[in-house]
T-cell receptor, first 113, second 114 residues
Framework: EDQVTQSPEALRLQEGESSSLNCSYT??????LFWYRQDPGKGPEFLFT???AGEEKEKERLKATLTKKESFLHITAPKPEDSATYLC??????????????FGKGTHLIIQP | DTEVTQTPKHLVMGMTNKKSLKCEQHMGHRAMYWYKQKAKKPPELMFVYSYEKLSINESVPSRFSPECPNSSLLNLHLHALQPEDSALYLC?????????????FGNGTRLTVT
């Protein structure tokens, strides 16, 4: 069974204070690891897909990296508008409803001005 | 703005009502999904359609009935729901089922069962 664990559960940063969110996973045959951002009352917004260890993706102040056991979402010089819940999900050969996604519980990020 | 459109945004229904949630995408995706999300929890998969055929039914109660009229539309028919079914119902689509294809979500229907 695929499993995803995100840490920390919540993180409060000052504006401009860089940090990293962690996503540890176990999966049978990784097809993809996904990062999403979710604002209150909205659906998850797709950010990145990572497919193999060593891969990195960047978008504005966000950078996602992947190893064989975990992924990091690095946030550089965050702004208040980066406040959201960040969800990590995996898709494996046999888990997550066999082609759906297995989600972690998310990291609730607050950026204070 | 999301490219997956869900209606209505909010729905309040009694336990004896019948209602339907609707979802539409025009990205040419051939897989569509229904997820349920409770407050402060991650989304949970309910149904998957691939090329308009139901691929996975995650043992969801029969009071939820999905329908995929064509490759762009997805419905979720609701009947005799319970208060614990109150949640955010999310529709998503992907280019194909599996194969590392990312899911794109709509903004959901906030359902309250009274």
């Amino acid at each position: 069974e695929d499993q995803v664990t995100q840490s920390p559960e919540a993180l409060r940063l000052q504006e401009g204070e860089s940090s990293s969110l962690n996503c540890s996973y176990t999966v049978s045959g990784l097809r993809g690891l996904f990062w999403y951002r979710q604002d209150p009352g909205k659906g998850p917004e797709f950010l990145f897909t990572l497919y193999s260890a060593g891969e990195e993706k960047e978008k504005e102040r966000l950078k996602a990296t992947l190893t064989k056991k975990e992924s990091f979402l690095h946030i550089t010089a965050p702004k208040p508008e980066d406040s959201a819940t960040y969800l990590c999900a995996v898709q494996g050969d046999s888990g997550g409803g066999a082609d759906g996604l297995t989600f972690g519980k998310g990291t609730h990020l607050i950026i204070q001005p | 703005d999301t490219e997956v459109t869900q209606t209505p945004k909010h729905l309040v229904m009694g336990m004896t009502n019948k209602k339907s949630l609707k979802c539409e995408q025009h990205m040419g995706h051939r897989a569509m999904y229904w997820y349920k999300q409770k407050a402060k929890k991650p989304p949970e998969l309910m149904f998957v359609y691939s090329y308009e055929k139901l691929s996975i039914n995650e043992s969801v109660p029969s009071r939820f009935s999905p329908e995929c009229p064509n490759s762009s539309l997805l419905n979720l028919h609701l009947h005799a729901l319970q208060p614990e079914d109150s949640a955010l119902y999310l529709c998503a689509s992907s280019q194909v089922r599996g194969q590392g294809s990312p899911l794109h979500f709509g903004n959901g229907t906030r359902l309250t069962v009274t």
